[in-house]
């Protein structure tokens, strides 16, 4: 117990409880492992608040990360300033997103964000064809690729403007009971 | 939800700070189209809200406005960007101070202006997409405007989270779409607030109430991470979930789950029945002639059936301890209520899983599921991820195939299929049935070779009696592999189907050997064995342990031989995958031998746990070493239901009826165990009533089990109460189906209302020549400023930004005009203004019609200019300081279109063609709007503004008003 109280304080571990889905231990737990990935960046004392950020290239380098077709886009998403550099909260918020304990809706809207590759609030044509080159290695064939664009519209666009909004994810992800286990990474 | 989103229209802070930013930024922007042209709109006051109610000022008042501007702000100074720096000053700092008054201390990060809440999501997710990696001055002023508008809509967020109670406040926090330091930040607001809140009212009490709930959060929390602590297997669940993905994962999950049931019936049996007779008697009695041979734990024979392990070695005393303890009453409601537990535990277990995962799946949204939701977050190993991106393009490639494949099918072919079909759930049914009948004979014949009392069993005769369970599990081995290679037979055409059906044919499989089982042990070795419940005891003792080797020998042969085939000896049959329904069968049956047996073996539970720990590191290495991840990734989610179900419907209410039709109907042995001498265990309740009569104090319980227990009426009663119930919740959920259904086409309505109104507009568009067309030509000679140009042109895609810049441009060249003094005809200024706005939409819209289809784009802009039409009508409304506006207050958007109508009668003679877009479209809207605004404007209506200034007594509303005032000077010089 006297070493956990060194790195944050009482008041800190109440807010990382409050805000994220996770127990004190697991918060530990993720600080240990966040200061892994730099053990001379990232200070054992937390208590002062210090400004530490890890850059994408050690975040990426986490086993569980690092085989991901989408770590950038996961790290830009939940990383504050949107490259992948990540403070102790941004990783934390990450993987409190990424949890089992994390609702329907909330793991929705960040997935939303994740495979919304140009950030216009709607996952497009385009980052569609990203998504599926993302995910079989750019081997399917350009009219193949269209097709399957044009049928996942076609199947999750509810109001037809050739796009899907987040209303209309949410509505699919409603509908595919599967996506609360597979969008999860265990810690 | 609306009048959030609406809610920065309407709010004047916003537009204003909007301008004015502008302003600040880009001063030196100027129109390179700025030529002669026609000053007849007030395009820049249609953006922002605050203008209009000075813009209706009629033309002849312009004069007096001029002498009275308030603190001689514009009119003779020459320094104009000192009086852009004075106004920002007195509108940025003004209107988030009068908001703030209630929390000062409120600062918002504005660095992530990405992450919002959902409830302002809406609009500021929206605001912010209309200006994508825009210059920094762009980004600064949204951020500014977002920042006003956040604070307002933060405040009320806060209001409505301290209202809540602490955990729900919690979960409300935790849930919000923000990022971390967003919700420390408002969570420190929320506890703050709250915390002042209660020192207002008892200090000394609300701070012990705050202590108290605290150190109770605190504990809970410990509590939680305790429980995280004994979780069982995590970094080994973890481990599987990388390699194998989710759909392996269940079931190892299944697996847990049935252990950890069979942890608590073990100590609820060994709690409630083993302990308080080892207490009272310690040792058991057995036959001097019996000793322990080893051959017990294969056969569960011998020595064992003397012990605490089966039913006979239970006695039907009251124990008289400390206290008295009534043997039969324990055993037969320990088992009794634990069954009903398991039930009870089951039906929610099933009923939440299938609310979740199956009630709302939706099938037909095939390829999104599988582009969108099938990627496996959890998967970290990299063969794993090559693998599944293989599986992933070779399913999208099937389906993509599938609609032109079933299309070829002819009638041959179809009655082909069928007769498949038919011939293999024939065999496949005859199988089962032949299974079953063959191991009915082979425990009769089996039986007559024992003899009577068990005690006079011979080590031979023990060991024969592992034949019918080595049988049984045999065939639990093999014929499901027959019914794989029927499986490859029949072509099925998804997928699913070909899994249910082997699911179902193994269920049928299962059943039919259990239930001919029981048949046996309930009619045959009831009547002849002496100490019967014993016997069947053993006999599924031998069934779970000869399964268990079984199992073993399953993953070793079925997994192992065949990855060394599959590596060594035909490449071609690969390497074997995990089959999970199959597996996940085997577990059901294992669990189903349980409860069957919980009456008859008490202790069997221990067994079981041992099994399934056993069979945990068994199957987790056979995985990693042999499997590959299955190639098809079904729908776990859904697998995952339909097993509980399963394990719940035939098997676990198969288990249940056949303890009821024990305890019930059979007669229980006459020399051994808890019920000796009784008719059937349930009179064992019957006697304990005839008890408690002479106690009194107890006339209830008595009067309960005569007239509720034992009444038929009463059952009666709660099975047609039950029934109506369930007709009323039927009709519910089909009145439910039909809603959702007519919502659902509402949503496709609205969609084709949306395309059509487009189409429409487009149409109107085409038809109808534009002002702009004849501004285009007169832009020609009129190119002044063209290095302007190109600072405007340089800028990205976005419409907006670039309407914004030109409205900007037309305010700055007002502001040159009132400075210098040079006698430019602010109508030239201002509609060139206008036309450069709306050349630089139509341009950002080709550029947008490169990468998307730009009508939706377009309409997105549309909608704008309504919204923006919409919040100007309704600072009219505020407004009626300034002026009466008799404009009838029908929605802002039929005026919109009335108004365009006009617009489009006016400029019916110009007869230039340009390539239409629909962005221009809505301008004309909103200009056309506002001209008719201003000719519907009474000439007496507007009192000079600057006396009803003081009324909004803000420095916002003097300076809109000051600056309106520097517009409409110029277009009064017209």
């Known amino acids: ?187 | 939800m609306t009048s959030y989103r609406n809610g920065g229209f309407f709010n004047a802070a916003y537009h204003d700070s909007e301008t004015l930013e502008i302003d600040r930024s880009k001063t030196h922007h100027t129109n390179p189209y700025a030529g002669g042209e026609r000053p007849d709109e007030h395009y820049s006051t249609g953006q922002t809200g605050g203008d209009a109610a000075v813009g209706r000022v009629p033309g002849w008042r312009e004069e007096s406005w001029r002498e009275s501007i308030p603190m001689g702000l514009i009119s003779t100074h020459s320094e104009s960007p000192s009086w852009h720096h004075d106004l920002n000053h007195s509108t940025f700092q003004i209107p988030p101070d009068s908001q703030r008054d209630q929390s000062p201390h409120v600062r918002l990060s504005s660095k992530a202006s990405g992450h919002m809440t959902m409830r302002w999501r809406g609009i500021t997710m929206r605001r912010m997409s209309m200006f994508p990696n825009g210059d920094p001055a762009n980004v600064a002023f949204t951020e500014d405007a977002i920042r006003n508008e956040m604070e307002t809509e933060e405040q009320d967020l806060v209001k409505e989270l301290v209202a809540l109670s602490t955990r729900d406040r919690i979960r409300a926090i935790r849930d919000l779409p923000m990022s971390f330091d967003e919700k420390k930040h408002i969570r420190s607001h929320v506890l703050a607030f709250k915390s002042s809140k209660q020192s207002r009212q008892f200090t000394c009490f609300a701070d012990c109430t705050e202590t108290v709930s605290l150190s109770f959060r605190r504990c809970g929390s410990s509590m939680s991470s305790a429980r995280q602590t004994l979780e069982l297997w995590q970094g080994v669940m973890k481990e599987i979930g990388g390699k194998f993905g989710t759909s392996v994962l269940i079931y190892f999950v299944f697996l847990k789950w049935l252990l950890m049931f069979n942890i608590f019936s073990f100590l609820v049996n060994f709690g409630f029945i083993t302990i308080p007779l080892l207490v009272y008697d310690p040792s058991p009695n057995i036959p001097p002639n019996v000793s322990f041979s080893g051959l017990e734990i294969l056969s569960g024979a011998g020595y064992f059936h003397y012990t605490v392990m089966y039913y006979g070695g239970y006695s039907n005393e009251t124990l008289h301890g400390l206290m008295e303890y009534n043997m039969q009453l324990a055993y037969f409601f320990t088992t009794a209520v634990y069954m009903v537990l398991c039930g009870i535990a089951l039906i929610f277990s099933m009923a939440s899983s299938f609310k979740k995962n199956y009630v709302l799946a939706d099938p037909t949204s095939n390829s999104a599921w599988q582009l969108l939701c099938s990627w496996d977050f959890s998967i970290t190993n990299e063969r794993a991820v090559r693998q599944r991106k293989n599986n992933l393009r070779v399913q999208l490639k099937e389906s993509l195939s599938e609609k032109a494949q079933r299309e070829l099918l002819t009638l041959t072919e179809e009655l082909k299929h069928f007769g498949v079909y038919l011939g293999s759930w024939l065999l496949s049914t005859g199988l089962a049935i032949g299974c079953g009948a063959s191991i009915y004979y082979l425990c009769q014949y089996q039986q007559q070779l024992l003899p009577a009392d068990a005690a006079d069993w011979s080590l031979l005769q023990e060991a024969e009696t592992l034949l019918v369970p080595f049988v049984v599990s045999l065939v639990n081995l093999v014929v499901p592999l027959f019914y794989s290679l029927f499986n490859k037979f029949e072509r099925y055409s998804s997928q699913r189907r070909q899994i249910y059906a082997l699911v179902v044919r193994n269920v049928f499989l299962k059943i039919s050997i259990l239930a001919v089982l029981c048949y046996y042990w309930m009619n045959v070795v009831a009547k002849k064995f002496s100490c019967w419940e014993s016997v069947v005891g053993e006999a599924l003792y031998r069934l779970v342990i000869v399964d268990f080797l079984f199992l073993m020998l399953g993953s070793f042969f079925g997994e192992f031989l065949s990855n060394v085939i599959g590596t060594r000896l035909l490449p071609r049959l690969g390497v074997p995958e995990f089959d999970v329904a199959r597996n996940v069968l085997e577990l059901i049956y294992a669990q189903t031998l349980a409860w069957i047996g919980i009456y008859f073996s008490p202790l069997l539970p221990a067994i079981q746990i041992l099994k399934f720990f056993l069979l945990f590191y068994v199957k987790k290495v056979s995985l990693v070493q042999n499997c590959q991840p299955p190639r098809r990734s079904g729908r776990a989610a859904q697998m995952q239901t339909i097993f509980i179900a399963l394990l719940f419907f035939p098997f676990f209410v198969g288990a249940l009826s056949m303890f009821a039709y024990t305890a019930w109907s059979l007669t229980p042995s006459e020399q051994c165990g808890p019920f000796r001498g009784l008719n059937n265990a349930f009179s064992v309740v019957g006697v304990w009533i005839d008890d408690l009569e002479e106690i009194p104090g107890s006339q209830w319980a008595v009067w309960i089990y005569e007239n509720v227990i034992r009444s038929e009426i009463f059952y009666f009663f709660i099975s047609l109460i039950i029934i109506v119930i369930i007709f009323i919740f039927w009709q519910v959920t089909q009145g439910r189906k039909q809603l959702i259904g007519l919502l659902r086409q509402r949503i496709v309505n609205e969609g084709k209302d949306k395309s059509f109104l487009l189409d429409k507009l487009q149409n109107l568009q085409k038809s109808q020549p534009d002002k702009k067309s004849k501004q285009k030509n007169q832009k020609k000679h009129s190119k002044r400023r063209p290095d302007d140009h190109s600072s405007s042109g340089q800028s990205n895609s976005n419409a907006m930004v670039q309407a914004l810049l030109a409205r900007q441009q037309l305010e700055q060249e007002d502001e040159r005009c009132s400075s210098d003094g040079v006698p430019v005809p602010s109508d030239i200024s201002t509609s060139s203004a206008l036309m450069q706005a709306m050349l630089a939409r139509q341009r950002a819209d080709d550029q947008d019609e490169d990468k998307h289809s730009s009508s939706s784009s377009a309409f997105t802009q549309a909608v704008q200019a309504r919204q923006r039409a919409e919040g100007r009508e309704r600072d009219e409304h505020y407004s009626t300081g300034f002026s009466e506006s008799p404009i009838n207050t029908s929605s802002a958007f039929t005026q919109a279109m009335q108004a365009r109508q006009r617009a489009e009668e006016d400029g019916a003679d110009d007869a230039h063609d340009l390539p239409s877009s629909v962005s221009s479209v809505m301008m004309q809207v909103v200009q056309a709007r506002e001209r008719a605004e201003k000719e519907d404007r009474p000439p007496w209506a507007p009192a000079p503004p600057q006396n009803s200034a003081p009324a909004g007594s803000s420095a916002l509303i003097q300076a809109m008003l000051a600056r309106q005032q520097a517009q409409n000077e110029y277009d009064d010089g017209y």
């Not at chain 1, 210090?50 to 990426?60: N, R």
């Not at chain 1, 992948?84 to 997935?111: C, H, Q, W």
């Not at chain 1, 919304?116 to 044509?125: L, R, S, T, Y």
């Not at chain 1, 980052?127 to 599926?132: N, V």
């Open chain 1, 1 to 187: 117990m006297g070493n956990k109280q060194t790195i944050f304080t009482a008041e800190q571990l109440d807010a990382y409880q409050d805000c994220t889905y996770f127990t004190r231990k697991e918060i530990l737990r993720l600080f240990d492992r966040y200061r892994d990935l730099a053990p001379q960046l990232v200070p054992l004392d937390y208590t002062s608040q210090p400004d530490v950020k890890l850059p994408y290239e050690l975040i990426g380098s986490m086993p569980e990360l690092k085989d991901n077709p989408f770590r950038q886009r996961i790290a830009e998403v939940f990383s504050e300033d949107g490259e992948g550099n990540m403070t102790l909260d941004d990783f934390l918020d990450m993987f409190s997103v990424l949890s089992e304990m994390a609702p329907r809706d909330i793991k929705a809207y960040y997935a939303f964000k994740i495979y919304d590759f140009n950030n216009d609030d709607f996952i497009c044509k385009s980052d569609l064809e990203k998504t599926l080159n993302k995910l079989t290695r750019s081997e399917l064939t350009e009219d193949e690729v269209r097709m399957v664009c044009e049928k996942v519209i076609d199947e999750a666009d509810l109001d037809n403007d050739g796009r899907l909004s987040l209303e209309d994810f949410q509505h699919m992800v409603v509908r595919a009971p599967d996506f609360l286990s597979t969008f999860h990474i265990r810690i």
